[in-house]
């Protein structure tokens, strides 16, 4: 349970971070304050929340908002402009380029942040009224591979199971999950299951993660050969006569043809370790806890999906739980686990360039269908272009409007300076956003239209499970901010199209989804949410939480699929997949010998426009990074806390070094997080290969050819001040949120003289400064104080004794000074001569290492479930306790 107390008059809403879905009460007081605690009552998380979620009130600030309409001028600036100025631009300049150029010059670009009601109205604008199926979704680059493999092996994009079906497995197989920082709340239910009914737990990835440390076994599988493991598995099974014949025989095709690819693939165990790089007992293990445990569950997630492979991966995976028949029953599964917040909810409008809409396809049935239903005069004859063909197509030019709603492309896509640069050729380039601080906002957005943000905006989302929850509002929409699906509408008006989006609020437009899930569906198509087609405004704002299908006249239950076939194919029969032999897209070589991997850190959500803002949520990793195995590292001249250039054939960036014995040797890890709106050099999607899957068109992200190389900086320091400052070029950094004012870690080659003088340029002018110099060990120290409180600090000092900010921090982040602190401010250390207080270990409860390592020894603590106790540490989300076993381990020791 969460810690945080329930405001009386909260309101019932849906964290808008990951695919777990977790129910949120949030209470706005009158002195603006947020209290933000889990749903106990909500079917996803009974009340738990992970880091990110715990922390959402800390992002609620407005100071980056996009407030209002703007427009850009001639010379380059953005002037503000109103509502209509803005609308009729983007009206006008859509009208224009499809009439001389057709439909297929412009396209969307959506997002799994937008609402389902925002989702369906972009959706239903370009593929019923525009023509163009050119309508794509940053889901592309997280899920696509789940949803090509559902559909070649279900015939639909279909989940088959539900949480609960976590509760129940005996085995929990996770493929490329790192669920302990990516769903932590979900994990938690993993553990718990392992607690209470001894439920064993497997973990296949490449990296050893924080998620592997509470495994039974931990499969350090070679980058890419996912596939080869679960054919070797499933040769495995049907040598040992362990597959379920009744069940292929009655609800399957294409057994014979799959299990002779793989057993082509891999035969044995013998065969698969050699494919896969593991250890012989490890996969014979593997093999038969699978085989020796009806309930299993395999769970995947990014590290599948971010493949060139990824959708045989996909099906390399379901084809073992089919041969099985351990399928759609309590506690067994596949089970793929959404990145996104809304992508299930994409996927359900037809937010997917290949998807029309309501889980149809582009069958001359399936237009005709929605025509219908749409009135619509203008439809889409077939599949639009994936996320990266169409930013490709803008690149050519042959794409020349683009509207994006609530994503970055400019950090996220591969090549992504490329692609940057390309948005720049864009006649007609339309954001619909709620910060200024988006990198694809700098790239020359012309008309910004200010969307509504969590908190203020209304409609629902569906989690991995397929569970429809309810986003309320609780805040008011600052400035001019509207909804996404109302702006969509206006344009739509303008557009000629007044009646078919008259839409009053989120509610109509959800009645008409729901609508179109049932219309001529007689059971043919998956989705199917008809029992809520005719909701009052009332009962659409009441909703509780429900997973699809909610079929008019049925009763509202969970309901798992394909226990007893009745697969969504042409004759109901589930489709086993041949997969290729895996193989990596891209080789390695001499002059790039490693693979990157890129991922995420456990506080941080995407481009960190949200997460980035919330002082906590900075501490954990503040700098971006990039992992590497020490052997590789040595042989790279590279240390721990130095800092890489990592080139790829598409790009390259600076980034801290960071030594983890967990990192194969080969392979490098580095996040995606960072964008130039947060540090220097540091967008990782630059350096990712534009490699696409061929079913799902989704890129390989997880193994570009890379190397690495030391880059030397002489100096490093910090700065706190109470706006962001800007510095000199060429200066390695990353911004940091604290709380009342703007952090900055940096790296630099410019010496402290030279700092002295910057430094003074920086800081309040009419502030009283405090100064400390020691030319021989190259320090400098600034301090600027206002009627006692701290206004700004900069340390500057030798990158071999990297200047410690946490005391520094704290202490700029107090509303006053106290004298004793004052003196010995620039000492770095507090009044009670406490120079460090460590990292950010448990985000929930602000725990640092030095707490914990304090408690370890002074022996107030001698296990999890000490520091637990006495510090709160790992009690909430759980995400941290792999990082508390492992400083237990370390200082015990060394006690
Ligand atoms: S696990 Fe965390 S990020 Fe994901 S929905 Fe729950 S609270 Fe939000």
């Known amino acids: 349970m969460n810690a945080l107390p329930t405001h009386p008059q909260a309101v019932h809403t849906t964290c ?61 600036s953005l002037a503000r402009v109103d509502w209509e100025t803005a609308l009729d631009a983007v009206a006008s300049g859509l009208r224009t380029i499809i009439d001389r150029d057709g439909p297929g010059a412009v396209a969307f670009y959506l997002s799994g942040q937008l609402l389902t009601e925002d989702y369906y109205v972009a959706n239903k604008l370009m593929k019923g009224f525009l023509g163009s199926a050119d309508v794509d979704t940053n889901s592309r680059l997280c899920m696509a591979s789940a949803v090509a493999g559902h559909r070649r092996a279900f015939g639909a994009d279909t989940v088959p199971g539900v949480y609960r079906d976590i509760d129940e497995a005996d085995l929990i197989v996770l493929v490329g999950s790192n669920a302990a920082w990516c769903h932590p709340v979900l994990y938690k239910r993993m553990m718990t299951a392992k607690a209470e009914r001894g439920t064993k ?68 165990v013998a065969t698969t370790a050699r494919a896969t790089l593991l ?21 995947f997630s990014q590290g599948v999906n971010q493949s060139a492979q990824g959708t045989d991966k996909v099906n390399a995976i379901i084809n073992v739980h089919l041969a099985t028949g351990r399928i759609g029953r309590p506690g067994m599964g596949p089970f793929s686990l959404t990145g ?42 077939r599949e639009g272009r994936k996320a990266v063909d169409m930013f490709e197509a803008i690149e050519r030019g042959s794409i020349k409007a683009l509207w994006v709603m609530a994503t970055n492309p400019a950090v996220t896509l591969p090549r992504a300076n490329a692609m940057r640069a390309a948005l720049r050729n864009l006649e007609l380039f339309v954001i619909s956003e709620n910060t200024l601080s988006n990198d694809s906002v700098a790239a020359g957005a012309q008309v910004l239209l200010p969307a509504a943000a969590w908190g203020e905006k209304d409609g629902t989302v569906t989690n991995s499970e397929r569970r429809i ?30 009646d078919a989006f008259a839409y009053r ?55 798992r699929f394909f226990a007893a076939g009745n697969f969504y194919t042409s004759d109901g029969r589930g489709r086993f997949v041949t997969p290729e032999r895996p193989r990596p897209r891209l080789a390695t070589s001499k002059e790039f010998p490693l693979r990157l991997n890129t991922g995420r850190v456990r506080d941080q959500w995407h481009t960190m426009t949200r997460t980035g803002l919330s002082p906590r949520l900075g501490s954990h990793s503040p700098e971006p990074f990039v992992e590497i195995h020490p052997d590789d590292a040595g042989a790279a001249k590279l240390v721990e806390g130095g800092f890489a250039k990592v080139t790829t054939p598409f790009g390259s960036a600076a980034l801290k070094v960071s030594l983890h014995g967990g990192q194969q040797r080969g392979s490098i890890f580095a996040p995606i997080h960072w964008s130039d709106a947060t540090a220097a050099n540091a967008r990782v999607g630059d350096l990712v290969a534009p490699a696409n899957d061929p079913f799902s068109g989704q890129p390989e992200s997880k193994a570009t050819p890379a190397r690495v190389e030391p880059i030397v900086f002489a100096y490093r320091g910090f700065a706190l001040t109470r706006r962001p400052i800007r510095l000199p070029p060429e200066t390695w950094h990353a911004r940091v949120a604290v709380a009342r004012g703007s952090g900055v870690l940096f790296a630099t080659n410019e010496p402290p003289d030279v700092w002295q003088a910057i430094t003074q340029r920086l800081l309040p002018a009419d502030a009283e400064l405090a100064e400390y110099t020691d030319a021989s060990r190259g320090l400098t120290r600034m301090a600027a104080l206002c009627g006692g409180r701290l206004e700004g600090v900069i340390f500057v ?54 707490a914990i390592r304090d408690a370890i020894i002074t022996g107030r603590a001698v296990s999890v479930a000490d520091i637990g106790k006495t510090l709160r540490a790992g009690t909430n989300c759980g995400s941290c306790v792999p990082e508390l076993r492992g400083i237990v381990e370390r200082f015990a020791r060394a006690g």
Request: contains cysteine; hydrophobic residues 45%.
């Open 279 to 299: 250890d012989k007992r490890d996969v014979a293990r593997f093999f038969d806890l699978f085989r020796d445990t009806e309930r299993v569950v395999t769970c």
């Open 797 to 850: 000092g030798p990158a071999a004794a990297a200047q410690q900010w946490d005391v520094v921090r704290l202490l700029f982040e107090s509303e006053s000074l106290a004298e004793r602190d004052r003196r010995i401010l620039l000492s770095g250390r507090n009044g009670n001569g406490v120079a460090e207080t460590g990292a950010l270990v448990c985000a929930c409860f602000g725990v640092g290492l030095a």
């Open 340 to 381: 996104q917040p809304n992508a299930m909810g994409g996927r359900e409008v037809g937010g997917l360039a290949n998807q029309l809409a309501a889980h149809m396809g582009f069958s001359l049935a399936e237009i005709d269908c929605v025509r219908r239903f749409w009135k619509a005069p203008r439809m889409a004859q």
């Open 469 to 498: 929850s309810r986003q309320r509002a609780f805040l008011p929409p600052p400035g001019d901010a509207q909804p996404d699906w109302w702006i969509v509408s206006e344009v739509a008006r303008r557009l000629g199209f007044a």
């Open 505 to 559: 609020g989120p509610a109509d437009i959800f009645r008409e989804h729901a609508a179109l899930s049932t219309f001529e569906n007689n059971g043919q198509r998956d989705f199917d949410i008809g029992a809520l087609a005719a909701l009052s405004d009332r009962a659409y704002d009441a909703l509780d939480a429900v997973t699809w299908p909610a079929r008019k006249g049925e009763p509202a239950r969970e309901t």
């Open 201 to 268: 737990l497997v973990v296949v990835d490449p990296r050893r993660t924080a998620t592997a440390e509470n495994a039974d076994l931990s499969l350090s599988i070679a980058p890419g050969m996912d596939t080869a493991l679960f054919c070797g598995l499933l040769a495995h099974l049907a040598d040992r006569r362990a597959l379920d014949f009744a069940y292929i025989d009655r609800h399957t095709t294409g057994f014979v043809e799959a299990l002779a690819r793989a057993r082509e693939i891999a035969v044995d």
């Open 16 to 76: 808008p971070y990951c695919g777990v879905g977790c129910g949120i009460l949030a209470a706005a007081d009158p002195a603006g304050g947020v209290t933000i605690s889990g749903d106990p009552a909500h079917p996803a998380n009974f009340g738990r929340l992970c880091s990110k979620g715990s922390a959402l009130a800390e992002t609620l600030a407005l100071d980056q908002r996009l407030l209002h309409p703007m427009m850009r001028r001639a010379d380059g």
